[in-house]
């Protein structure tokens, strides 16, 4: 009997369904001999629930307001052409899909924030793959939740050389709670992706590079998480600001060069955790500035100018099991940065020693150089980089430690490189 | 003659190095340079501001909230400063005395660093964005005061 039950109500189940697919599933499609020929027309025609589908071809477009749960989907890769008239498409309602569009020409405007895609105050918004050419802003969202941004690719202008303004940012988050954004790639914009008051949001998977300013920006922006992502060559790779509560791990930071360049930017943030990340040729890996309680583990510093630059506001922070290599300066400081704790990193210009070969080194390495003291104080003096006077200095200072922050220090320095990936072993004898 | 020639030529280096000692405002190399008081790169021209100090060397600021939290923090600098100056929203680019400015707090402007503090030259010009935006109007000192106590528009 329950079995009967059981069948009756599956049965039920599937008939539901079917005629929900019949009631809601239909289809509106654009193309140049379809019933539609216009993307505008056939949102307007279309009741709640339906798809529209756009077939190949260009579409001189914009002005595009979707105000009921609808599907875009493009096939066979067709353009919307904005004609840099306005924004393409206005997001009005909750549960909508945008999908497979190429979308371009939006024009640079300072008063109107114009983008390809905007969503305004909704929920359940979808944009997937899609590719944003030539715009201000590529996808913009404000006050809106649980949304996602996926396997979209927004291309902006060539920013090499370019050091006006007239960017916007390719993924564009203000007031946002619940949003995943992932699998995408940006270039050429203000900002690859710039999250501006969101919460509990996740950022992976994502290429950003060549933006003038950063790969990825929080601002006050609580609760994150970002991992596996790829910064490269943008002003600066990462900026967190005024932000807590921030999980960074598995991303790589590379060359990011120039004068006021970062890997990674920490401005006033707390409670947050760097595991696992690469950073590779930037002018500076980490530059930490009031940031407290940050745990560092098991990242790569390679080839940087400074691999981290600690400033004397910042306290509670612990560094442990990271490499450093070929980097410049392994630490610089401003003053006195001994609130904060080191231990157990692989230091390559250490040249200590292990005499009862636990492969932790017998005497303290001290990261912060003398030399490194003396271009935090007067950022000239690096022209003196690698003479004899500095590595003398240097040397002494080493022997005879008097300016070099004492407790600035890592009392078990590693003997070997950590191989993040297969050294699993090590990580756990030492823990 | 040679030696006149070399003589103009050094005269002339000399004058272009002590004309970059002059106390006046630069142009703010927008993607180029941080922020003095949050260490963003400054890189919207609409929001940027300058400090110049009496000894004429300029401090770049991603926005006017930047600026009136540097010379809150620093008020003997902000008092011998030479030039006190923001972008003027309306002309992306163009620097204007802050102390004369009018300042638009509005929601519908976010400005970069969260106070929705947007400059303009004239009163009028900022009358007018206040019918179009809303928001409140206020002088460089009301500015400066709602920095220090973190107001910002509901």
Not at chain 1, 267 to 280: G, L, Q, Y
Not at chain 2, 98 to 106: G, S, T
């Given at each position: ?22 009631a809601?599933g ?6 140049k ?5 216009s ?6 025609q279309?009741?709640?629930?339906e ?45 909508v899909?945008?999908?497979g ?9 300072y ?25 201000f802003?590529g ?23 370019l ?6 940012n ?6 946002c ?55 490269r ?7 967190v ?5 921030i ?14 360049a ?26 930490m ?30 560094f442990?099991?990271?490499n450093?290599?070929?980097?410049s ?7 006195d ?5 080191f ?22 390495y ?7 003291m ?49 050294d699993?072993?090590?990580a756990?004898i030492?823990? | ?25 630069q142009?703010?190399?927008?993607g180029?340079?941080?922020?003095a ?5 400054v ?13 004429g060397?300029p401090?770049?600021?991603d ?8 010379v ?10 030479a ?5 003027d ?10 102390r ?15 106070m ?24 460089w ?14």
């Amino acid at each position: 009997m329950k079995d009967l039950n059981k069948l009756y109500y599956i049965l039920c189940m599937l008939v539901l369904l079917l005629t929900a697919n019949v009631a809601f599933g239909s289809t509106l499609k654009v193309c140049k001999t379809c019933d539609y020929t216009s993307v505008k027309q056939a949102v307007k025609q279309a009741k709640p629930g339906e798809t529209v589908l756009i077939e190949n071809g260009v579409y001189q477009e914009y002005g595009i307001e979707i105000t009921k749960p609808l599907t875009i989907l493009g096939r066979n890769n067709p353009v919307i052409d904005g004609n840099y008239k306005g924004q393409i498409f206005t997001v009005l309602s909750d549960n909508v899909t945008i999908e497979g569009l190429t979308i371009k020409n939006i024009a640079t405007s300072y008063r109107h924030d114009d983008a390809a895609i905007r969503v305004v105050e909704r929920s359940n918004v979808r944009i997937l793959n899609n590719t944003i050419l030539n715009t201000f802003f590529g996808i913009y969202l404000q006050y809106s939740d649980n949304c996602v941004v996926k396997g979209n690719v927004v291309t902006g202008k060539d920013v090499t050389g370019l050091n006006e303004s007239a960017l916007g940012n390719a993924i564009h988050l203000w007031y946002c709670d619940n949003v995943a954004i992932s699998n995408n790639k940006v270039k050429g914009h203000r900002d690859g992706i710039y999250l501006e008051f969101v919460k509990d949001s996740e950022v992976k998977n994502n290429l950003s590079q060549h933006n003038l300013r950063y790969g990825l920006h929080f601002m006050f922006s609580d609760r994150n998480v970002y991992t596996h992502n790829i910064f490269r060559q943008n002003g600066a790779g990462v900026a967190v600001m005024y932000t807590r509560d921030i999980r960074m791990e598995h991303n790589t930071f590379e060359n990011n060069w120039g004068a006021a360049a970062y890997g990674l930017l920490l401005k006033d943030i707390t409670n947050s955790v760097i595991h696992n990340n690469t950073f590779r040729r930037n002018t500076t890996g980490i530059y930490m500035e009031s940031s407290n309680r940050l745990d560092i583990q098991r990242n790569n510093f390679d080839h940087n100018g400074w691999a981290v630059r600690l400033l004397s506001s910042c306290s509670d922070d612990v560094f442990k099991w990271n490499n450093f290599t070929g980097n410049s300066f392994d630490v610089s400081t401003n003053g006195d940065s001994k609130l904060n704790h080191f231990e157990n990193n692989y230091w390559d210009k250490y040249s200590g020693y292990d005499l009862n070969k636990d492969r932790i080194g017998d005497v303290p390495y001290r990261p912060v150089s003398l030399y490194s003291m003396l271009v935090e104080r007067v950022p000239p003096s690096v022209m003196f980089m690698r003479s004899f006077m500095v590595d003398m200095l240097d040397n002494i200072e080493k022997v005879l430690p008097s300016f070099i922050p004492e407790n600035l220090v890592d009392e078990q320095p590693l003997m070997s490189k950590i191989d993040h990936d297969n050294d699993r072993k090590l990580a756990q004898i030492l823990r | 003659m040679k030696s006149i020639k070399l003589y103009l030529c050094s005269l002339s280096m000399a004058l272009m190095v002590l004309s970059g000692c002059a106390v006046e405002p630069q142009t703010i190399p927008y993607g180029q340079a941080n922020c003095a008081h949050c260490n963003m790169t400054v890189a919207d021209n609409r929001y940027g501001a300058e400090m110049v100090n009496d000894k004429g060397k300029p401090y770049f600021f991603d926005s006017a909230e930047c600026l009136i939290a540097y010379v809150n923090e620093q008020p003997e600098q902000g008092e011998k400063a030479a030039y006190l100056l923001v972008s003027d929203f309306t002309k992306p680019g163009e620097l204007i005395a802050a102390r004369n400015a009018a300042f638009l707090q509005a929601k519908a402007l976010p400005s970069p660093m969260g106070m929705y503090l947007t400059a303009v030259a004239d009163n009028a010009a900022a009358t007018q964005m206040q019918q179009e935006y809303g928001g409140r109007l206020l002088t460089w000192e009301e500015a400066a005061q709602a920095v220090r106590n973190n107001e910002r528009p509901e």
